[in-house]
């Protein structure tokens, strides 16, 4: 596989580019090709309308990247869908499949385990593997949607993995999934996930995406943030705000900064009070989630009385904020423990 070239992670016109420089093939050629990538083939002979000649020398220059489901989880509460899929060379990331009033939504990775060490949750606690391809972005979307027989029509990209830290691929992950000719999901229902990669914010900001920036902020101080979150030692929060309102102001979209509630680390009134003034003036909504209890972590999640004093408090400087409705909790243990859970039976029966 190594010497073969990713087919799925072009673009419609590179791919046009590509094929007509390598075979002299017509630019319809190159659209039947990518019309049956993006319908989610795992191999060229299921492209029925190309000739046997051009499919062996497709498969002779090139592989189809494709997610095979190796467990699959369903909730009884909500048919929340969670899936582990592996890759071509045998790593593993999850998926998960939320059905809500306004379509399907689908929480796709996008790195093979994540460098930024956050010790609430399980994805960081299992270190990094490597980054994610655009065409293993799209194949988490299209195995989803093939074994569910559902059209998914919103993307977030909160599952394993910091999507910044594997910024070129991410991007034209987005680029390809909102196109028309691929899978054609706006950017407008496509919300990106961010521990607060500061510079990388400034560079996607640049690019001009509708989609939704979520921040992922759970503190609203350096000294809970850098316990709990590495990667603000790096990045203050002072500088990461001024890079969420600098967002926020040039391309006009409010930004959803997430907060996990953890009993006793970040949920006092003082901690709302402070997040409260930070907070002010910015275009934003706050999520407030219940933290995830992950094995080994030692966190608990925070009483609901808890909850409505953080909305409260926000809500007097004009933020509002929400509880984020729990689905699959039945199946769930936050992204990237049903990966460990596997990896370490598998490293135990060894
Ligand atoms: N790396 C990105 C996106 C993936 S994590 C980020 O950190 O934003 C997706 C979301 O799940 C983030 O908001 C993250 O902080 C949150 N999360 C991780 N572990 C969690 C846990 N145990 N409980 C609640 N939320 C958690
Ligand atoms: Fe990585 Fe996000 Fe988990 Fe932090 S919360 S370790 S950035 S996946």
């Known amino acids: ?65 494709v997610a095979i489901i190796e467990k699959k989880l369903i909730s009884v509460y909500d048919k929340t869908v969670k899936y582990l899929f592996r890759f071509n060379d045998g790593e593993f990331v999850e998926s998960v499949v939320m059905h809500y009033h306004h379509g399907d939504t689908i929480c796709i990775s996008t790195q093979v385990g994540c460098k930024m060490g956050c010790t609430f949750c399980a994805t960081g606690k299992s270190g990094f593997s490597r980054n ?44 390809i999934v909102s196109s028309e000719e691929s899978l054609n999901i706006g950017m407008r229902h496509i919300s990106l996930s961010t ?58 979209r ?30 934003c909504h706050v999520n407030l989630i219940p933290v995830n209890e992950v094995e080994g972590t030692g966190y608990k999640k925070s009483k609901t009385e808890r909850q409505k004093a953080f909305i409260n408090i926000l809500g007097k400087v004009g933020i509002t904020a929400t509880v984020r409705r729990t689905l699959g909790s039945d199946i769930n243990a936050s992204c990237g423990q049903l990966r460990r859970n596997t990896i370490t039976a598998k490293n135990l029966s060894v």
Not at 30 to 40: D, E, F, I, P, S
Request: net charge neutral; aromatic share 8%.
């Open 195 to 252: 521990c607060g990669l500061v510079n990388k914010i400034y560079e996607l900001e640049k690019e001009n995406f509708q989609l939704t920036l979520s921040v992922s902020l759970h503190a609203p101080n350096n000294e809970i943030r850098s316990r709990t979150m590495p990667v603000n030692k790096k990045y203050p929060i002072e500088d990461l705000l001024k890079a969420c309102r600098h967002y926020a102001n040039v391309t006009g």
């Open 1 to 65: 596989m190594t010497d073969l070239t990713d087919i799925k992670s072009f673009s419609l016109k590179e791919l046009e580019e590509e094929l007509s420089a390598k075979y002299s093939l017509p630019k319809f050629r190159a659209r039947q090709v990518y019309k049956w990538l993006t319908l989610g083939v795992s191999t060229f002979d299921e492209m029925t309308d190309i000739s046997k000649e051009l499919r062996n020398n497709l498969s002779k220059s090139y592989y189809i990247s």
């Open 132 to 175: 994610l391809l655009p065409s293993e972005m799209l194949s988490q979307i299209q195995a989803a949607q093939k074994d569910l027989g559902i059209r998914i029509s919103n993307i977030v990209l909160m599952g394993m993995g910091e999507p910044l830290d594997n910024y070129d691929n991410v991007v034209k992950f987005l680029r």
């Open 254 to 283: 409010r930004i959803s900064f997430e907060y996990a509630m953890i009993s006793g680390v970040n949920d006092s009134n003082a901690c709302a009070e402070e997040l409260a003034k930070k907070l002010k003036g910015i275009l």
